[in-house]
Nanobody, 124 residues
Framework: QVQLVESGGGLVQAGGSLRLSCAAS????????MSWFRQAPGKEREFVAG????????YYTDSVKGRFTISRDNAKNTVHLQMNNLTPEDTAVYYC?????????????????WGQGTQVTVSS
């Protein structure tokens, strides 16, 4: 069983930055690909960014490329999402997800574990 706890959300003005963190309670954290998803009101949950087990491969949805950076620290069982140049369109609940895999997947259906989510609100 894997427990994921997100933190770092909040209210920020357009153009600002936030850093989300996800702490995982699992002994074999390095066996898991980790990703961030988000869900805006009235919309489906969508993939944002993913990182493979070792941290040497990342993948981003087009709308966040060049603005968001995903990273992980396997020694601390954490994954981070640095979000820069935020826009109101980034407003959503952000979820951390884990899948025991060497590859990164973008479908919500393929992830085994989810956090409770953290709210990110970007004002114009």
């Amino acid at each position: 069983q894997v427990q994921l706890v997100e933190s770092g959300g909040g209210l920020v003005q357009a153009g600002g930055s936030l850093r989300l963190s996800c702490a995982a309670s699992v002994r074999t954290f390095s066996s898991y690909a980790m990703s961030w998803f988000r869900q805006a009101p009235g919309k489906e949950r969508e993939f944002v960014a993913g990182i493979n087990w070792s941290g040497d491969s990342t993948y981003y949805t087009d709308s966040v490329k060049g603005r968001f950076t995903i990273s992980r620290d396997n020694a601390k069982n954490t994954v981070h999402l640095q979000m820069n140049n935020l826009t109101p369109e980034d407003t959503a609940v952000y979820y951390c997800a884990a899948k025991r895999s060497i590859a990164i997947f973008t479908s919500t259906k393929l992830y085994d574990y989810w956090g409770q989510g953290t709210q990110v609100t970007v004002s114009s």
